[in-house]
């Protein structure tokens, strides 16, 4: 099992007005350096391989470069937001670099996203280019409604009315990368909505590099690692825990443009991956595979997690299955991390903080509480956003002094291991006692015929609400009496759901794979 190296040293820093942060002295000025330092290394080594497709570091840059060169050619300057409307590919990672190297602002829009969504996206954010697949061109809006929108690029067959991906890559390269100071916007990433209108996070050069930095140390990150790539670029775990540490360390991405789980092994075995980061949802779906056995998996020594809390039996089940994998646990974006030897004593925690971020744990008066007391987790760190873009309110009341309230119902012990126990529209109410929907989540997730489930609470007169659990069975059939025993069995009384729905479709979902439990009911 791997072991971390220590910390390098920090120092306070002031930026983003306000704010007081710890930061690494040596640390690259931006994005596009770190593209260019992989270069200066191991320009001959691969960086991307996607469809056939394999670039080395050298032809990445000089693809990047030429593309930066054509968006300065075509009136982008620093701080234009470029969006990219595109699936897993190369294009995707040569879009967000060019945007970097001429100072613009990159925003990514997850694919699976309708047209009012890319609407709202691209008005809200003024962009004014957009890079996109050709097969995804009706769902951008009309020149009309969205005036600012002056420059479409398109990847794939012209409708003729854009300018060419593959001929903007290919054109002669003019001028140096545009200064960018640390504190300038990189990329707007959406929120995914769940509760409302998406709100776009502003995220700095000085925080991604950061994350970088992190992530590399976190995951023991090397210029020989193969990350294959599943979830989508356009997210945040994506984006960092995928992209930029395999740049930062000067490593491969192994794109798949969307997840199954039988080729996403054919992928694995046949590239020798040696990385990987998944939501959980993904590697029971590779468990569950009767030829996951079959499958080549010595190179792989890493899989992380994200965008969802594991449950503890889908760890024991992954370290039977994968004695030799070591896992690194949900990171809230580089903000917690768990130990090397921490996830076998604790599998229920998402780790401590790392060095260069700070977690607190506070009553709904902004009052910290005591060490193992539940309360919601705000965090701080280089790497946090600047704010919401276009969005004062939103800033305002979801950060303050530098924290984000995240929105996390949590602990933190008094050894700083932090839990994650329901996001807190999630927690139910039932009589005056809290209920953890994800606790009861994590019980239904042990037994063996349940392939998803997700839990809610109802209105209820005399209780305020009731617990309902929905479940996916793995086979089309479920006994319903042995999944209210295994509650019964390890849950509180009160905890037990009252009703178990059993649904023949998967559960709803985001574009970015999270459940939406507001379109669940119980006369679903």
């Known amino acids: ?48 391989i996607c469809d056939g497709e394999r670039l080395t570091y050298s032809t990445l840059k000089q693809r990047v470069d030429a593309l930066a060169a054509s968006l300065g050619r075509e009136g982008v300057r620093s701080g234009d937001r470029i969006a990219l409307f595109l699936r897993n590919s190369s294009a995707f990672i040569v ?75 290919s054109q002669t390269v003019a001028g140096a990368p545009s200064p960018v100071r640390e504190e300038d916007l990189a990329w707007i990433v959406y929120t995914s909505g769940t509760t409302g209108r998406p709100k776009g996070a502003m995220l700095t050069h000085m925080g991604l590099v950061h994350m970088a930095m992190q992530y590399e140390r976190l995951m023991q990150a090397r210029s020989d690692d193969r990350m294959l790539v599943a979830v989508p670029l356009s997210h945040v775990t994506g984006l960092t825990a995928a992209i930029l540490v395999m740049i930062r360390a000067g490593g491969a991405l192994v794109l798949m443009e969307e997840f199954k789980a039988g080729p996403f092994l054919d992928l694995a075995s046949r590239e020798r991956m040696t990385l990987t980061t998944m939501v959980p949802a993904m590697y029971k779906l590779c468990l569950m595979r009767p030829d ?9 020594r890493l899989g992380a997690y994200g965008g969802a809390i594991m449950p503890v039996a889908l760890l024991q089940e992954l370290a039977q299955a994968l004695p030799k994998l070591y896992g690194a646990t949900e990171t809230s974006g580089a903000v ?68 984000w309230k995240s929105g996390d119902i949590g602990t933190v012990d008094e050894d700083g291991y932090v839990r994650i126990h329901d996001r807190k529209k999630d927690m139910i109410n039932r009589g005056g006692y809290k209920i953890y929907s994800a606790e009861v989540e994590g019980v239904l997730a042990q037994h063996p015929d349940i392939l998803e489930a997700a839990v809610i609470g109802t209105p209820c007169p005399v209780l305020g609400e009731r617990v309902h659990a929905f479940i996916v069975p793995r086979d089309g059939s479920i006994d319903v009496a042995s999944v209210r025993q295994l509650c019964v069995d390890n849950l509180s009384d009160y905890k037990v759901p009252e009703s178990f729905v059993v649904r023949s479709e998967a559960l709803p979902r985001n574009a970015n794979g999270k459940v939406l439990k507001r379109q669940l009911s119980i006369s679903t």
């Open 1 to 48: 099992m791997p072991k971390f190296e220590p910390e390098p040293a920090t120092r306070l820093e002031a930026h983003y007005g306000d704010r007081i942060v710890r930061c690494w002295p040596d640390r690259p000025s931006g994005l596009y350096a770190l593209l260019e330092n992989a270069e200066r290394r191991t320009p001959n080594a691969e960086a991307v």
């Open 95 to 169: 879009g967000l670099l060019a945007a970097a190297r001429v100072g613009a602002v990159a925003v990514p829009l997850n694919v699976r996203e309708q047209g009012p969504e890319v609407f709202h996206v691209l008005n809200d954010c003024a962009a004014k280019g957009v890079i996109y697949h050709s097969d995804l061109a009706g769902r951008l809006p009309p020149h009309a409604e969205s005036p600012a929108l002056t420059l479409r690029i398109v990847v794939g067959e012209n409708d003729g009315d854009a300018l060419a991906f593959d001929e903007l890559c």
């Open 292 to 300: 996951f056995g079959a499958a080549d998996l010595g190179g792989w």
């Open 336 to 403: 917690t991390a768990m130990p090397p030897d921490g996830t076998s004593v604790r599998p229920d925690s998402v780790g401590r903080a790392v060095e260069i971020a700070d977690v607190l744990v506070m009553d709904d008066d902004g009052r910290e509480v005591h060490p193992g007391t539940a309360g919601e987790l705000w965090l701080r760190s280089v790497t946090t956003a600047k704010g919401y873009w276009n969005n004062p309110e939103a800033t305002a009341r979801e950060f303050v002094a530098g924290f």
